[in-house]
């Protein structure tokens, strides 16, 4: 997220990050956060891609769920991404990444406020809310719904999501995937819709689409979405790869 006057601040550390670090500063002098949900590999596996971190001098905080079996995300991350698996160990790097353990708590970074909450998924996983200068915005991304396929949502969720300009929730599975693979992690579109519209989201953005999707069937799910969000007072937009969406 671009924010004025504040560092940059990322969720979750996919490979879209190697990406982001090509536009970013690579003599030193980057600056920057991560908001990680969870430790799960689609959340994770561009870090050691991050360019701007081979340059001494950069900086990355990262902030990440705490761990059930009592490692730091340090330990966890510095167990993963070393050799053979990788060339260099994390703390390897010429840049300095600094990781933090959170679980439901409040921090700011610089101007802007976040609020961190533990939400249902396989594994400890937190959900975040950032809020600067009124605007606010909320990003769940793996989101257990309930495994019966009902509509409940523990209030840590909620808190997160309530009134918030923008809401990037997870919106996996159909309610026929789901049944199959209710316990995995996810969430369907429809519980997406009604739990944006149970938090007061003035905007939803469909996220974590499921692997197997082609663009036309995402866009076939969008456009039942909007039509659902429209008659709850939701707007609904599906996220995609290069999507800027602009909060004033």
């Not at 990262?62 to 703390?91: K, N, W």
């Not at 976040?114 to 396989?122: E, F, I, N, Q, S």
């Not at 937190?126 to 200068?133: A, K, Q």
Request: charged share 20%; with cysteine.
């Amino acid at each position: 997220m671009a924010i004025p006057d504040a560092d940059p601040i990322v969720f979750d550390l996919g490979t879209g990050l190697r990406y982001f670090g090509a536009t970013q500063p690579q003599d030193g002098s980057f600056r920057g956060a991560c908001l990680l949900t969870h430790l799960h590999w689609d959340h994770t596996q561009g870090l050691p891609f991050f360019t701007p971190m081979l340059k001494p001098g950069a900086q990355f905080d990262v902030y990440a769920p705490v761990q059930e079996d009592g490692r730091s995300v340090a330990e966890v991350f510095e167990a993963t991404i070393h050799p053979p698996l990788f060339p260099i160990s994390v703390s390897q790097f010429p840049g300095d990444f600094r990781f933090h353990d959170v679980a439901d708590e409040e921090f700011d970074l610089g101007p802007v406020h976040v609020t961190a909450r533990l939400v249902p998924h396989v594994g400890n996983t937190l959900g975040y809310r950032i809020e600067w200068n009124g605007i606010s915005v909320a990003y769940l991304s793996d989101h257990q719904q309930p495994y019966d396929g009902s509509m409940r949502a523990s209030d840590g969720a909620l808190e997160l999501a309530r009134g918030v300009d923008l809401l990037i929730h997870d919106s996996q599975y159909t309610q026929d995937e789901f049944e199959m693979k209710f316990n995995w992690g996810h969430c369907t579109v429809d519980y997406a819709v009604w739990f944006a519209r149970e938090a007061g989201a003035k905007r939803l953005a469909l996220f974590h689409h499921d692997p197997t999707r082609h663009d036309d069937a995402i866009d076939a799910i969008r456009d039942c979405a909007t039509t659902a969000g429209s008659l709850v007072g939701v707007e609904v937009i599906a996220a995609r790869e290069g999507l800027i969406v602009r909060l004033d």
